[in-house]
C-alpha cells in the first residue's frame, strides 16, 4: 500500500558509501511516487525547494526545523531569528563563532534559528541557548539553536492539512533527533540504520540501510 511521504535529507537520502551528497538512486522513484512527498529538514527554506525543483516534485517543504513550511502555494514562517542571533551575539562574546566561515551559506536564508557547526565546543552553545529560551538540536550535520516550541511535527501538520490528508497518513523516513517530532505526528515511520538514538527509540521500525539505501528499503516495502 503507498502512502504520502514525509522525507528528511541529510542522513536520510544522503548516499550510503559515506561521500557527500544526495543519492541519485532516490531521484526516479521519488518523482515517481504516487502520493505527496514532503520534505522536512532542518536545511534553511532554498535547499529542500531546490531539491524538489531539481527532483521535478512539486514543492512540499519543511524546512528549519519546522520554522519555514511551504505547500500549495502558501508559505508560514514561524517564529523569527532574533532570539537565536541574540544566543550567537553572547556565543561571540565569549569568544567563539558558528564555525562556518564566511560568507556562511549555512545560516545566510536562514529565518527563525541559527546552526553551528558540530566543531563549536557544546556546552558554551547549550548555556547561551538556554539563557535565551532556546534548545540546541544536534543533527549529526549541526547544532540548531532554535524555539523549542517549533518542530517538524508541527510542519508535517500544516502541510497534511494544506493538501487534505490526515498527519497520520504519512509514512515518515529519518535519521535523528530533529524527526522525532515528524515521527510522533506521521502514521508510521522509519529510521535508517545509521540514526541516532533518540529517532531509533521513537521510530516504529528501523531499517537494515544506511542512509539512502534505508530510504529506498522503506519505499520498496510500502509500494
Ligand atoms: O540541517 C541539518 O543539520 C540536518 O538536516 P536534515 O534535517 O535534513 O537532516
Ligand atoms: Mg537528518
Redesign the pocket.
Known sequence: MTAPLVL?????LTRADGEPGIDPAVFEPLREWPEPVVIA???AFPFPVALSQFVGLPERVIAENGGVVYAEGEMTVVGARDDAEAAVADLRERGYDLGWGEPDLVNRWRETEI?ANLDVPEAPLRAVAAEHGLEVVD?G??Y?VKDPEIGKGDGLIAVADLLDREPSSFVAVG??E?DVSTFEVAGESYAVANADDAAREAADHVTDGVHAAGALEVLEQIR
Open positions: 528528511d535529507i541529510d542522513g536520510t529538514t532542518g536545511k546552526a543533527t550535520y549541526a540548531h535519521d535523528s530533529n
